[in-house]
């Protein structure tokens, strides 16, 4: 009886231990993009799925202060949260640039209308990462960056290769978190502005943003923005 039990009890716990599926769960935030006279430039949507604690995929929308949809990212973390394969897709130029597989090969890629696709495979994958990986690394590895700096290698589609960046933690007020994030290479950082982050250490949440944007002004041109996020 004794045993019976006992192998009662062993199967209900290896049958729990299969039956309870982990719990898909979809989270949404929105950011608000500002010029440095504080007004409106676009505004974003994010949804993000995740299983249990991981993230799976996400979808960002950036709107226009209409409300007109002028780009989207989508990307898929399944096979790695530091590198997601991605696809952004400005919808006003239909420009495209992103991270792909191909035969299990990461490959950067970027597309202007009337020009051939340019590819190029990624040569390493050592600290390497792409789209909003960095991001999910920092606010899980806030505590890192009061002992010191954080190096990082970041994919830029525009240069079809990764480049090292170090994060710097700057200040700190309560929970929020001041960093920077710039070039690890001082002669390339000249030439490259910072990006100032604020993230929430209580909550594991990005707050603000101050830098240069992914999307570009009307002009096509280059803009920085102060983005602030809030969290539904």
Not at 133 to 139: E, F, I
């Amino acid at each position: 009886m004794k045993n019976l039990i006992t192998s009662v009890l062993l199967l209900l716990v290896v049958n729990t231990s299969f039956a309870i599926p982990e719990i898909t769960t979809d989270v949404s935030y929105r950011g608000e993009a500002r010029d440095e006279d504080n007004n409106l430039v676009y505004r974003e949507k994010h949804t993000v799925k995740f299983v249990g604690d991981r993230v799976l995929n996400s979808l960002t929308e950036y709107m226009s202060p209409d409300g007109e949809l002028i780009a989207t990212m989508e990307s898929d973390y399944s096979k790695s949260v530091a590198m997601p394969t991605y696809l952004f897709v400005d919808k006003r130029t239909g420009h495209r640039e992103g991270l792909r597989l191909d035969d299990d090969k990461y490959m950067i890629f970027i597309h202007e209308p009337g020009e051939e696709e340019k590819v190029k495979p990624l040569k390493s994958t050592d600290n390497v990462f792409s789209c909003q990986g960095w991001h999910y690394y920092l606010v899980n590895n806030l505590d890192r960056l009061a002992e010191g700096n954080v190096d990082i290698n970041l994919i830029l589609p525009s240069e079809l290769k990764a480049y090292g960046f170090e994060v710097e933690q700057v200040g700190a007020d309560g929970n929020l978190v001041n960093a920077v994030l710039k070039l690890d290479n001082w002669f390339l950082r000249i030439f490259a502005p910072e990006l100032e982050l604020v993230y929430d250490r209580e909550l594991r949440k990005l707050v603000r943003y101050e830098g240069i944007s992914n999307i570009q002004d009307e002009d096509g041109d280059n803009q920085d923005v102060i983005i602030t996020y809030s969290y539904d």
